[in-house]
Nanobody, 131 residues
């Protein structure tokens, strides 16, 4: 069982930046580097939606609405996943979740933005963008 803990959420004005981090523990024998890691976000009363993913070979994908503004990265030595968010907009306000998958890579057909692909989830961290 992989345990994921997010941190770094908070409040920021439109146009500002925030960085989120996710720390993994309890990884399997293959190690953290074997996992595909993603960020999702959830608006109140809505389903979680994929924001970005980085798979176990370093390939990345982003939701169109965050391309060019968000950057996902991972540090396999530290078992961490980061999301650098810039040019934040009020519509980026949501609960952000870290998720882990051991399935197919992006190239192999991982449906990265579908939450059923991920077995492990963090508890979430709130991001609020408001003036």
């Amino acid at each position: 069982q992989v345990y994921l803990v997010e941190s770094g959420g908070g409040s920021v004005q439109p146009g500002g930046s925030l960085s989120l981090s996710c720390k993994a523990s309890g990884v399997n024998y293959s190690g953290y580097s074997s996992y595909h890691m993603a960020w999702f976000r959830q608006y109140p009363g809505k389903e979680r939606v994929g924001v970005a993913v980085i798979d176990n070979v370093g390939a990345t994908e982003y939701a169109n609405v965050v391309k060019g503004r968000f950057t996902i990265s991972r540090d396999n030595a530290k078992n961490t996943l980061d999301l650098q968010m810039t040019s934040l907009k009020p519509e980026d306000t949501a609960m952000y979740y870290c998720a882990a998958s051991t399935g197919r890579t992006i190239l192999q057909g991982l449906n990265w933005d579908q939450d059923y692909e991920y077995k492990n989830w963090g508890q979430g961290t709130q991001v609020t963008v408001s003036s």
